[in-house]
C-alpha cells in the first residue's frame, strides 16, 4: 500500500472508534492524511513508511501493547517518530516509550493544539531522517561502484596524501594513481576532495 501526501502522513491507532474519529478529525482540518487503525497489528500488516509519516498510538490496547508495538517497530529497523497517548495511570509506562526512543506522549484528555504542535514536530522528524536514509542508501551505493584498489586510494585522499605518497604506499605508478583518482572520482560522483571527504567521513 503506498501512501502520497505533500504534508504528512499520520497512522493512527487505538482500539476505541470515538477517539479514532476525534483524532483523525483533528489533524485532517490541517491537511495531514490520517490513517486509522484499530489495533497494532492491523496497522503492522498495512504499514509501509513514507516520507513523511508518524505513528500516533494509544498505550494500552489489547493483544498488542503500544510498548509491543515499538518494539516490534525497533525489531524491524523502522523508525518513524511514535507518539504515544496515556492516561495519567500510565505516565511511567510512557516514560520508558521515551527511553526506547519514543518522539513524546500526550496524557488525556488530549489538548488539541498540543497534540498538533507534537505531530508536526514529530512529522518534522520523520521528513529528516528520511532524507538521511536516502543520503545513507546513495553514499552506499556509490561506493559499492569502488574497487577494493579504489577504496583504498580514496582514504588515502581523505587523509590527505598525495597521488606520489599513494603511488609509493600502494606500490604504484603516479600515472596508475592518478588514473584511480580520476575513476573513482568519477564513480561517486564527486568533482573535488572537499565533496569527497564528505562523502567519505
Known amino acids: 500500500m503506498s501512501y502520497m501526501t505533500s504534508q504528512g502522513n499520520v497512522f493512527l491507532?487505538?482500539?476505541?472508534?470515538?477517539?479514532?474519529?476525534?483524532?483523525?478529525s483533528l489533524l485532517s482540518s490541517i491537511g495531514l492524511d490520517v490513517h486509522c487503525f484499530t489495533s497494532s497489528r492491523a496497522f503492522l500488516n498495512q504499514y509501509v513508511p513514507t516520507s513523511a509519516d508518524c505513528i500516533l498510538s494509544d498505550l494500552r490496547m489489547p493483544e498488542m501493547s503500544g510498548l509491543q508495538l515499538q518494539a516490534e517497530l525497533i525489531?524491524?529497523?523502522?523508525?518513524?517518530?511514535?507518539?504515544?497517548?496515556?492516561?495519567?495511570a500510565d505516565v511511567p509506562t510512557a516514560v520508558e516509550a521515551m527511553r526506547r526512543g519514543a518522539f513524546d506522549y500526550v496524557e488525556k484528555p488530549v489538548h488539541g493544539q498540543r497534540l498538533l504542535d507534537r505531530v508536526n514536530a514529530a512529522l518534522a522528524l520523520g521528513h529528516e531522517?528520511?532524507?538521511?536514509?536516502?543520503?545513507?542508501?546513495?553514499?552506499?551505493?556509490?561506493?559499492?561502484?569502488?574497487?577494493?584498489?579504489?577504496?583504498?586510494?580514496?582514504?588515502?585522499?581523505v587523509q590527505g596524501r598525495s597521488s606520489r605518497e599513494i603511488a609509493e604506499l600502494a606500490g604504484l605508478s603516479v600515472r596508475t594513481v592518478e588514473n584511480h583518482r580520476a575513476r573513482l572520482m568519477d564513480k561517486l560522483h564527486v568533482a573535488s576532495v572537499v565533496e569527497l571527504v564528505r562523502l567519505l567521513l
Open 13 to 24: 491507532i487505538d482500539d476505541d472508534a470515538f477517539i479514532l474519529e476525534v483524532h483523525a
Open 129 to 157: 531522517r528520511h532524507r538521511e536514509r536516502l543520503q545513507r542508501q546513495t553514499r552506499e551505493a556509490r561506493l559499492s561502484l569502488l574497487t577494493a584498489q579504489e577504496r583504498k586510494i580514496a582514504q588515502w585522499v
Open 75 to 88: 525489531e524491524r529497523g523502522l523508525d518513524s517518530p511514535i507518539i504515544f497517548i496515556t492516561g495519567h
